[in-house]
C-alpha cells in the first residue's frame, strides 16, 4: 500500500477532503480510495479524487442518456473497477440489482475488493454478481 505521506494528506485537506484509506493492486497500477466515508476506484495516484468528481465524470461517461431508476436491474459489462457499478447501485436502490461482469483477472481483483469494501460498510443490502474468466 502507498504510504500516505504528510504532503499527500496536505494535498487532499486543501481540497477539504479526508483520506483514510488507499488501497493498491497490481504494483500501483490501480487504486482504491477511501476519502470522506467513500471507496472509490481509480486508476492514477493523486490526490484530486473525490465522491463528487468521480460521479459526474461517470455522468458525463456512462449516464448521459440514461439513468437506472428505483427498483431495476442494471447489468455492468466491463465493469473494469467499478467507478459505474458504485452509482448505479445507489439509483437502483435497495429493491433493484446491479449485475457487475468483468473477464480481466487483474480488474477483477480490485472489483472485488472494492465491492467488499462498499458491502460492509455502506450497501448491505446489494447483491452483484461476479463472473471470473473462464480457465482454459
Not at 8 to 26: R, T
Request: charged share 20%; with cysteine.
Amino acid at each position: 500500500m502507498p504510504e500516505k505521506s504528510t504532503f499527500f494528506l496536505f494535498l487532499f485537506k486543501k481540497n477539504g477532503l479526508e483520506l483514510q484509506h488507499i488501497y493498491s493492486f497490481n504494483n500501483d497500477q490501480f487504486f482504491i480510495y477511501g476519502v470522506n466515508n467513500h471507496f472509490i476506484p481509480n486508476e492514477s495516484f493523486t490526490a484530486f479524487i473525490s465522491y463528487e468528481t468521480q460521479l459526474e465524470k461517470c455522468k458525463n461517461e456512462s449516464l448521459f442518456t440514461y439513468q437506472p431508476r428505483r427498483g431495476e436491474i442494471v447489468l455492468d459489462l466491463g465493469a473494469v473497477l467499478g467507478e459505474e457499478t458504485l452509482y448505479y447501485s445507489q439509483l437502483v436502490g435497495h429493491k433493484g440489482r446491479v449485475l457487475a461482469i468483468e473477464a480481466n483477472p487483474a480488474v477483477f481483483e480490485v472489483l472485488k475488493k472494492l465491492l467488499r469494501l462498499i458491502n460492509s460498510a455502506m450497501f448491505p443490502f446489494l447483491i452483484w454478481l461476479f463472473l471470473k474468466r473462464m480457465e482454459q
